[in-house]
C-alpha cells in the first residue's frame, strides 16, 4: 500500500505565496516521478510541475518563474514554493508520484486527497 499526504493549501491574498509539502509512504521500491497538479473548478485537471527522478523538470508555461519544485528523496517528499499567487491560481492542487511499489511488476500513478489553494483579496 502508498499512500501520498498533502498540506500546505490555505487561502493568501493576490501577491502572496504558499508552499506546498507530499510525502509519499508505505510500500515503495522505486519513485520514477512526482508532481503536482491542479483543477479549477469548471476545468480540467493540469499539470502544474513535474520533476523526475532523472532527467528534466517541468513546468506549466503560466506558473514559470513563480512556481518552483523540489524533491527530498531521501523523505519520499515533493514540494511547490508558489510566490506571485494570482487568482486563476485558485484550484485544488493534488499531489501525484509514479511509484514503483514492493512487490508489483509494473509502477502506477499514486494520488494525493488534493488541497484547496485560495488566492483572493
Known amino acids: 500500500q502508498v499512500q501520498l499526504v498533502e498540506s500546505g493549501g490555505g487561502l493568501v491574498q493576490p501577491g502572496g505565496s504558499l508552499r506546498l509539502s507530499c510525502a509519499a509512504s508505505g510500500s515503495i521500491s522505486s519513485i520514477i516521478n512526482m508532481g503536482w497538479f491542479r483543477q479549477a473548478p469548471g476545468k480540467q485537471r493540469e499539470l502544474v510541475a513535474i520533476?523526475?527522478?532523472?532527467?528534466?523538470?517541468v513546468y506549466q508555461g503560466s506558473v514559470k518563474g513563480r512556481f518552483t519544485i523540489s524533491r527530498d528523496n531521501a523523505k519520499n517528499a515533493v514540494y511547490l514554493q508558489m510566490i506571485g499567487l494570482k487568482p486563476e491560481d485558485t484550484a485544488v492542487y493534488s499531489c501525484s508520484a509514479v511509484i514503483l511499489a514492493i512487490g508489483s511488476r509494473d509502477p502506477r500513478q499514486y494520488w494525493g486527497q488534493g488541497t484547496q489553494v485560495t488566492v483572493s483579496s
Open positions: 520533476v523526475p527522478t532523472s532527467g528534466n523538470t
